[in-house]
Nanobody, 123 residues
Framework: QVQLVESGGGLVQAGDSLRLSCAAS????????MGWFRQAPGKEREFVGA????????YYEDSVKGRFTLSRDNDKNTVYLQMNSLKPEDTAVYFC????????????????WGQGTQVTVSS
């Protein structure tokens, strides 16, 4: 069982940066691939990126490549999403999630979810 709690969201201006954190409980944290998804008002939840348990692989949705960076600290049971050069279209609730598969951009593959943290980017 893994419980996830996101933090770090807020209101920023276009071009600013934010770092989201996702703290996990559970001794098996380091065996999960951790993903981030986001959901904007009136839209479906979409994949943002994922990082494998070994740190060796990261995956990003095309619109965030070069701006967002995933990292994880298995000793702290925490995964981070560094978001730079934020745009108004990045406004959404951001969720972290855990999956036992090596990689997936499909939310149905993720077993555990956090409650989400709001990111609002003003123009």
């Amino acid at each position: 069982q893994v419980q996830l709690v996101e933090s770090g969201g807020g209101l920023v201006q276009a071009g600013d940066s934010l770092r989201l954190s996702c703290a996990a409980s559970g001794r098996t944290f380091r065996s999960y691939t951790m993903g981030w998804f986001r959901q904007a008002p009136g839209k479906e939840r979409e994949f943002v990126g994922a990082i494998s348990w070994s740190h060796s692989r990261t995956y990003y949705e095309d619109s965030v490549k070069g701006r967002f960076t995933l990292s994880r600290d298995n000793d702290k049971n925490t995964v981070y999403l560094q978001m730079n050069s934020l745009k108004p279209e990045d406004t959404a609730v951001y969720f972290c999630a855990a999956t036992s598969v090596l990689y997936s951009d499909s939310e149905i593959k993720y077993d555990y979810w956090g409650q989400g943290t709001q990111v609002t980017v003003s123009s």
